[in-house]
Nanobody, 124 residues
Framework: QVQLVESGGGLVQAGGSLRLSCAASGRTLSAYAMGWFRQAPGKEREFVATISRGGSSTRYADFVKGRSTISRDNAKNTVYLQMNSLKLEDTAVYYC?????????????????WGQGTQVTVSS
């Protein structure tokens, strides 16, 4: 099993940037494809980005494409989500998740392990 802890959320003005981190413990992170999801109040959890085990393959939701970058450092057992040009609608709790697969998908059901989430609030 792997335990995940997100950090890096906070309050930022629209147009600003944040880098979220997801630190893993337990089983090595390189065994998992990793994903970032988010959930805003009153809305369903939605896919943000995913990265393959080795980091060579990434995929993004349309609403963050061009504004965000997912990356990983398996030596540090950490996954990152760099978010730029933040918008008010990016306000949500952001979760990282691990899938015991070579590549992740946008389907949250494929991710067996989840962090507790980190709040991102974008203000005008």
């Amino acid at each position: 099993q792997v335990q995940l802890v997100e950090s890096g959320g906070g309050l930022v003005q629209a147009g600003g940037s944040l880098r979220l981190s997801c630190a893993a413990s337990g089983r090595t992170l390189s065994a998992y494809a990793m994903g970032w999801f988010r959930q805003a109040p009153g809305k369903e959890r939605e896919f943000v980005a995913t990265i393959s085990r080795g980091g060579s393959s990434t995929r993004y939701a349309d609403f963050v494409k061009g504004r965000s970058t997912i990356s990983r450092d398996n030596a540090k057992n950490t996954v990152y989500l760099q978010m730029n040009s933040l918008k008010l609608e990016d306000t949500a709790v952001y979760y990282c998740a691990a899938a015991d697969k070579p590549r992740g998908t946008a389907d949250f059901a494929e991710y067996a392990y989840w962090g507790q989430g980190t709040q991102v609030t974008v203000s005008s």
